[in-house]
T-cell receptor
Framework: ETGVTQSPTHLIKTRGQQVTLRCSSQ?????VSWYQQALGQGPQFIFQ???????GRGNFPPRFSGLQFPNYSSELNVNALELDDSALYLC?????????????FGEGSWLTVV | AQSVTQLDSQVPVFEEAPVELRCNYS??????LFWYVQYPNQGLQLLLK??????LVKGINGFEAEFNKSQTSFHLRKPSVHISDTAEYFC??????????????FGKGTLLTVNP
């Protein structure tokens, strides 16, 4: 149990739709990162939020966007869904954005695009 | 940029046997190294990490890993595995000193299957 909670756990969307995934970070953690894990692959970094500002982004198109709120919870939004967006989306939180800090992962949100 | 190669996609072993999961990395800068475990339908759990100091790192559940800078490797070992160790294991790196942008780069994972 890491204290990082994600919702929903599973959802199915149609190609072209939009989706919002939510994450509550571990208490006191001010940094949230999002990762995409396709079936049979390792997680890939989407972006990081630190104190409500985007603090780094991986190789994902602009239709992947996010927010971090004053309580440090976060949302991941994906517009114009494509079939290849089907994956496990993992949220991770840490205290501070410094490399080397231990980050704690939630159990993920499984997104299926049909 | 950093990259991680996990040399074995699947490793089957018998219970109580030793196991080694191999990881090599590539980076033009100093890195931190991590091993994570993922049980079926769950998120990732940190097993251990190397930041600096002793190259032999001990983690949870009896796992340990050794950082070898000359061979750019960070292999994970356990002297005696249990059925409950069956899971996917991921090696990951992050840039040393990346204070304002902390991201993990993961390998593709190694599925460890422990058979009775």
């Amino acid at each position: 149990e890491t204290g990082v909670t994600q919702s929903p756990t599973h959802l199915i969307k149609t190609r072209g739709q939009q989706v919002t995934l939510r994450c509550s970070s571990q208490s006191g953690h001010n940094t949230v990162s999002w990762y995409q894990q396709a079936l049979g692959q390792g997680p890939q970094f989407i972006f990081q939020y630190y104190r409500e500002e985007e603090n780094g982004r991986g190789n994902f198109p602009p239709r992947f966007s996010g927010l971090q709120f004053p309580n440090y919870s976060s949302e991941l939004n994906v517009n114009a869904l494509e079939l290849d967006d089907s994956a496990l989306y993992l949220c991770a939180s840490s205290l501070g954005a410094a490399s080397g800090n231990t980050i704690y992962f939630g159990e993920g949100s499984w997104l299926t695009v049909v | 940029a950093q990259s991680v190669t996990q040399l074995d996609s699947q490793v089957p072993v018998f219970e109580e046997a030793p196991v080694e999961l191999r990881c090599n990395y590539s980076s033009s800068v100093s890195v931190y190294l991590f091993w994570y475990v993922q049980y079926p339908n769950q998120g990732l759990q940190l097993l251990l990490k190397y930041l600096s100091g002793s190259t032999l790192v001990k983690g949870i559940n009896g796992f340990e890993a050794e950082f070898n800078k000359s061979q750019t490797s960070f292999h994970l070992r356990k002297p005696s595995v249990h059925i409950s160790d069956t899971a996917e294991y991921f090696c990951a790196v992050s840039r040393d000193g990346g204070g304002s942008n902390y991201k993990l780069t993961f390998g593709k994972g190694t599925l460890l299957t422990v058979n009775p």
